[in-house]
């Protein structure tokens, strides 16, 4: 079955940086765009960056110039490194992918999540 795992959350000051991985298994991941999503406190789930199978990116204007998102097919592992966070930051972040060509900003369109990872920024 498809899993992905995510890894490298934490608690980090404001102004540091962490970089997130997830790890994907039961799937051909180079045909997959992959994502990373977050879900602050009291707030919905929303699209933080994208990769497509040919490692295309978007970003959330939010995180643009600050989160940077990549992709080793070989390990199966999507990244998103972050830096000068923010305590906006703060959320559980998740990795999904999609079977489809592109990038998505929805998350009605991605097929598979992992289980997230908690990100707290203090100020």
């Known amino acids: 079955q498809v899993q992905l795992v995510e890894s490298g959350g934490g608690l980090v000051q404001a102004g540091g940086s962490l970089r997130l991985s997830c790890a994907a298994s039961?799937?051909?991941?180079?045909?997959?765009?992959m994502g990373w999503f977050r879900r602050a406190p009291g707030k919905q789930r929303e699209f933080v960056a994208g990769i497509s199978g040919g490692s295309d990116t978007y970003y959330a204007d939010s995180v643009k110039g600050r989160f940077t998102i990549s992709r080793d097919n070989a390990e199966s592992t999507v990244y998103l490194r972050m830096s000068s966070l923010e305590p906006d930051d703060t959320a559980v972040y998740y990795c999904?992918?999609?079977?489809?060509?592109?990038?998505?900003?929805?998350?009605?369109?991605?097929?598979?999540w992992g289980q997230g990872t908690q990100v707290t920024v203090s100020s």
């Open positions: 999904g992918a999609d079977r489809h060509p592109g990038i998505w900003t929805m998350e009605s369109h991605y097929d598979y």
């Open positions: 039961g799937l051909t991941f180079s045909t997959y765009s």
